[in-house]
């Protein structure tokens, strides 16, 4: 991507490089694998655009490794984990940051990324949808980014799904979109 060409948005992918090893995994897994699959589909069609897609992940306690060893050891994980990875294996043309906390903006350098590529809009993915993509919007917002998050790309507890998706949709946090629309909301021109 170069500077005189900037992407109109970027894919943010939070967090779905994941062992599930935590508690509450069991009620998230289908939803992040169901989340995966569109992800998927959409990293495709970004790809095939050139507009940037950025996984943001947590490195979960390992201080040593980088993104490419979590991939492998997620890979390794038997059930969603590894399917989850088949779906999302990162590629030479997609970007990361890891980050220690929720928002993938505390800490890391995707701010200096963004500016870099000339992104001023932001299409939300991952999981935990009522955590980490909540933190992450907030703080998206908070910087006015222009943000949408995938309702049927995100994953998070079911019990909190309504109500993590009703707070990003208030008044000036971020659009609520699906999939089928989320390239139509990406590309558009303009600001707002």
């Known amino acids: 991507m170069s500077a005189d060409a900037p992407a109109p948005a970027a894919l943010l992918v939070i967090d779905m490089i994941n062992r599930l090893d935590f508690d509450g995994a069991e009620r998230m897994a289908p939803g992040a694998l169901a989340a995966a699959r569109r992800i998927g589909a959409l990293r ?3 790809h095939e655009r050139a507009w940037p897609v ?3 992940n947590d490195n979960f306690a390992h201080w040593r490794a980088d993104f490419r060893e979590l991939v492998a050891m997620t890979a390794r994980t038997e059930g969603a984990p590894a399917e989850i ?3 999302l294996a990162p590629d030479a043309r997609d970007y990361f940051v890891l980050k220690p906390k ?3 903006f505390l800490a890391t350098p995707l701010a200096v990324l963004l500016a870099k590529l000339g992104v001023r809009r932001l299409l939300l993915t991952g999981m935990a949808l ?3 993509v909540l933190a992450t919007a907030a703080d998206a917002n908070a910087r006015e980014y222009e943000l949408a998050v995938v309702r049927d790309a995100v994953a998070g507890q ?3 799904r ?3 998706l009703r707070t990003l949709a208030g008044p000036g946090t971020a659009r609520v979109v699906a999939s089928r629309s989320a390239i139509a909301w990406a590309g558009r021109p ?3």
């Open 44 to 46: 495709v069609r970004f």
């Open 54 to 56: 950025i996984y943001a």
């Open 85 to 87: 990875v088949r779906h």
């Open 102 to 104: 929720h928002s993938a």
């Open 130 to 132: 009522e955590s980490c």
């Open 158 to 160: 079911p019990a909190y």
């Open 162 to 164: 309504q109500a993590a």
């Open 190 to 192: 303009g600001g707002g």
